[in-house]
Nanobody, 120 residues
Framework: QLQLVESGGGLVQPGGSLRLSCQASGFTLDDYAIGWFRQAPGKEREGVLCMHSSGGIQMYADSVKGRFTISRDNAKRTVYLQMNSLKPEDTAVYYC?????????????WGKGTLVTVSS
């Protein structure tokens, strides 16, 4: 059974950093794209970053350019979202999601999310 579990969320001050993890089970990362999405209170869910199965990266949100990076460890079946220089507007529930091969198109499987709160 394909499953994704996010972790690493929490409360952080503006300007701080967090690293989120997305642990995959039931499939190998070699054949799947995995993306990070977020939903802020009262707003629609938006894409953040996505990594194709090839390792190429698709950026969805210009607002995170230069601050967030995505990486993966295939052996650990884990995808990471490193978030630096966090801002209050980054506050959201962060989800990882996956689909076969590429980031283009709707995601097929979703984790339950992890909450990130950026506040002083």
């Amino acid at each position: 059974q394909l499953q994704l579990v996010e972790s690493g969320g929490g409360l952080v001050q503006p300007g701080g950093s967090l690293r989120l993890s997305c642990q995959a089970s039931g499939f190998t990362l070699d054949d799947y794209a995995i993306g990070w999405f977020r939903q802020a209170p009262g707003k629609e869910r938006e894409g953040v970053l996505c990594m194709h199965s090839s390792g190429g990266i698709q950026m969805y949100a210009d607002s995170v350019k230069g601050r967030f990076t995505i990486s993966r460890d295939n052996a650990k079946r884990t995808v990471y979202l490193q978030m630096n220089s966090l801002k209050p507007e980054d506050t959201a529930v962060y989800y990882c999601a996956t689909r076969r091969w590429t980031c283009f198109g709707g995601m097929d499987y979703w984790g339950k999310g992890t909450l990130v709160t950026v506040s002083s």
